[in-house]
């Protein structure tokens, strides 16, 4: 619940649409909270979503469109999300764009793309939401990725990208304690890309040949550590990524 009230507590989770941010709207959900599913241009699928939780609970869901990658848009997005039920405790930056850039085929725009919705907009939306954050002493969980420090070849503007939110992470653990505690999750290979055309069991397989663990993750996964790191028992944890990744980013 609430820090400071009995009322249940409020996610803003972006890019929860579809894939792994839609498991962890719905695991929050589940964990009692009420979700704010933010989507970009996956329209039926958000309010199928949100259809699917309020019927669950009634009022506990609600979609909102933006384009991460404008600031301005980030700064509505945080402002209706804060006033729909009058308070923010927990924001997911989930949303991401991922796709190879070999070098010599690196564009201008793709690395605009990459840079805006990886690090600029996980970076202004959580400067956008802090104030309703610190008035429930809540925290930020960001998505980031083990290639922010293990390089993925072709993926350059990608890896640059998740690198600097890994430091971003870190940096507002620092500038927004002790009201706000920001920590980031470092997914390994969860599902395939959102672009596979194959056949998903050659993809998990060849995924999993590297992993200790010997298998791919699941998105519910994921979204567990979210949970967990909104949770009481995380209360003493901040500025810490961590990776989900079955041992990969230490083979």
Request: glycine fraction near 8%; charged fraction near 15%.
């Amino acid at each position: 619940m609430n820090a400071l009230t009995d009322l249940p507590p409020v996610a803003l989770v972006t890019g929860a649409a579809r894939r792994v941010g839609a498991t962890i709207a719905k695991r929050l959900h589940a964990e009692g909270y009420r979700v704010i599913v933010h989507y970009g241009q996956s329209s039926t699928e958000a309010e199928q979503l949100v259809a699917s939780l309020n019927q669950q609970r009634s009022d506990t869901a609600w979609a909102l469109q933006a384009d991460i990658r404008d600031v301005q848009a980030l700064q509505r997005l945080s402002s209706q999300a804060c006033a729909r039920w009058g308070q923010l405790n927990l924001l997911v930056n989930n949303a991401s764009t991922f796709y190879a850039t070999p070098m010599g085929e690196l564009s201008e725009p793709a690395f605009d793309d990459l840079i805006g919705t990886n690090l600029k907009a996980p970076l202004f939306l959580a400067q956008a939401s802090a104030p309703a954050l610190r008035a429930t002493q809540g925290c930020i969980v960001n998505i980031v990725d083990i290639h922010a420090r293990h390089p993925k070849c072709g993926f350059a503007a990608y890896c640059a990208a998740k690198a600097g939110l890994d430091m971003a992470t870190r940096a507002l653990a620092v500038e927004l304690a002790p009201a706000i505690r920001v920590n980031g999750i470092a997914p390994g290979a969860i599902l395939p890309p959102p672009d596979y055309t194959g056949a998903p069991e050659s993809w998990a397989q060849a995924a999993a040949a590297p992993v200790p663990l010997g298998r791919t993750g699941q998105a519910e996964e994921i979204a567990g550590m979210v949970a967990w790191l909104a949770s009481p028992a995380s209360a003493y944890v901040t500025g810490q990524i961590i990776a989900v990744d079955g041992g990969k980013s230490q083979a």
